[in-house]
Each structure stands twice: as C-alpha cells, then as structure tokens.
C-alpha cells in the first residue's frame, strides 16, 4: 500500500502563486505515476496533472494553460504541483494520487481517475476575486 498526504493548501487572493506537496510512503518504490486531481464544489473531479515517476514525462489539463507545473523529488518520495497566475476557478479541494498497479501509456490514461490506486485526503485551495 501506498500512503498519501498532501499540503500546501489556503486561501490566497487572485494572481497569487500556491504549492502543493504530496508525500508517499509504505510501497512508494513501487509507483508508476503520480497525479494530482481537484474537485469544486458541486462539480465532478477534475484531472489536473500528471508525471511518470520513472522519467518524469509530465501531462497536463489543457484548461490550465500552462499556469501550473508539476514536479517529484524522487528521493524524498514527492510530488509538487506549482500554481501560479491563481484565478477564482480553481478554487477547489485537489487531491494528489499514486498509480501502482497499473502502467498507464496514454495521455487519456494518466487523465482518468481510475488509473490511480491511491488517493490522498485532499487539500483546500481557495482563490478570492
């Protein structure tokens, strides 16, 4: 199992810059990927980021345009997310996920929520106009 604990969160006006960590542990050697994925309220889960942890080829949500830039330092078992130019709809809980099992080749695999085996308990990020 893998353990996943985020942070990085708060309340920062618009324009402002935010990073988020996420740490694992337990079978982090074992990962293939690492996301990040964030959820507004009343709207469904959204994909974000992505980075293979072996390589670190990086994908991103189009919607992003280039505003955000995801990272790992691979030997302290985490994953950065970098939120820069922060506008009000991104306000969101993002949740940082680890894929171990699986060995996803497409951009449509590291954008689906289902190729990630675990999931953190999320933080708030919260973008005033």
């Known amino acids: 199992q893998v353990q996943l604990v985020e942070s990085g969160g708060g309340l920062v006006q618009a324009g402002a810059s935010l990073r988020l960590s996420c740490t694992a542990s337990?079978?982090?050697?074992?990962?293939?990927?690492m996301g990040w994925f964030r959820q507004a309220p009343g709207k469904e889960r959204e994909f974000v980021a992505s980075?293979?942890?072996?390589?670190?080829?990086?994908y991103y949500a189009d919607s992003l345009e280039g505003r955000f830039t995801i990272s790992r330092d691979y030997a302290k078992n985490t994953v950065y997310l970098q939120m820069n130019s922060l506008k009000p709809e991104d306000t969101a809980v993002y949740y940082c996920?680890?894929?171990?099992?699986?060995?996803?080749?497409?951009?449509?695999?590291?954008?689906?929520?289902?190729?990630?085996?675990?999931w953190g308990q999320g933080t708030q990020v919260t973008v005033s106009s």
């Open positions: 996920a680890a894929v171990l099992y699986g060995s996803p080749r497409s951009y449509s695999d590291y954008a689906r929520d289902l190729t990630y085996d675990y």
């Open positions: 337990g079978r982090a050697f074992s990962m293939y990927a």
């Open positions: 980075i293979r942890w072996s390589g670190g080829n990086t």
